[in-house]
């Protein structure tokens, strides 16, 4: 085929030849950093290399990527449109390894998936089995509180995440996957251990709460002004694990996932259900107890939740059918 009947196609690729991978990652990385430094730093290579990587794209493209403005670099327009670029470039390829692997009936790619920190007790016990069947699936499970998670999920971060209370203003659909009943716990030594108490008869009680932001938080207020309950509330606490150490060593009472709670610390012989009558609480570093309180549990559910606007990856759809086969086998408890 001569040269005139060259497709627009080839004469495209052609002109993409002129460009190398390198040349790419070099700029992704500093109209990222807006940094020469700190992208070649990520990079792992030296300062002269980016800027030379990034002279060459710009002379094959033909036009300016960068300017600088003081000490500080930024993108000019073209740059901006070759940052989106990437970017489409990148999640086009993402779309092409996905498929290769389902031609040969291997799932691969990335799987972001965001979980609630009360969550971490258990999605690590389920995202485990699912790597081990999917190896070519690269996992990121990230842990933060709901409010951190909800605005990952209006921005488009993640693939899936997994939360008590999916927020209603963002489009989305979800699977139920387990129980999470809240209780609430008290140092073992609490003279509720062992006895059927109305949550008023701990109304002169030091409460200790989650931080704002925090999705049991969030339940636990919301069920107390239901119940007219007016907490005496010592001190808010950035973590579950902070929670439970505060409150085996006496500084008050909580609401927490029963999950977080049944996971470590707990004294077994101090749950209510286990307690013989008249046996006597422990204290000390397995000092904590679930009272039996009226109106508690709270009954919640976690669910996984995707955004239903945006395409979802195989590797995303197949994590979701392997927990919601989990929930149909083991039912949700
Ligand atoms: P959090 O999680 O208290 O860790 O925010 C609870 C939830 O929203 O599921």
Known sequence: MNKHHASHQQLQLRHLQRITPQQLR???????????????????????????????????????????????????????????TIGELTACWQRFES?????????SGRLRVAAVTTAEYFVPDLVGPFAAAHPGVDIELLVENRDRVVERLQRGQDDLAVMMLPPTSIPLDSVMILNNPLVVIAPADHPAVGKRI????????????????????????????????????????????????????????AVLSELAVTSGLLDKRARPTKRAKG???????????????????????????????????????????????????????
């Open 198 to 253: 109305r949550l008023s008869s701990l109304a002169n009680d030091r409460w200790l709460m989650r931080e704002s932001g925090s999705g049991t938080r969030q339940v636990a207020l919301a069920h107390f002004a239901d119940l007219g309950f007016e907490p005496r509330i010592a001190m808010s606490l950035g973590s579950n694990e902070a929670i439970k150490h505060a409150v085996a060593s006496g500084l008050g009472v």
């Open 26 to 84: 070099a700029f992704e990385a500093t109209a990222r950093r807006l940094s020469v430094t700190r992208a070649a730093e990520e990079l792992h290579v030296t300062q002269p290399t980016v800027s030379v990587q990034l002279r060459e794209l710009a002379s094959a493209i033909g036009e300016p990527l960068l300017e600088t403005q003081g000490r500080r670099i930024r993108l000019t327009q073209t740059g901006e449109l070759l940052q989106q």
């Open 99 to 107: 498929r290769v692997g389902q031609v040969h009936g291997l799932v």
């Open 279 to 333: 046996e006597k609480s422990t204290r000390g570093s397995h000092g904590l107890a679930i009272l039996d309180v009226s109106h508690f549990p709270i009954r919640r559910q976690w669910s996984i939740v995707w955004r239903k606007d945006q395409p979802q990856s195989v590797a995303a759809q197949r994590f979701v059918s392997y927990l919601t086969q989990l929930h149909e086998r083991d039912g949700i408890r």
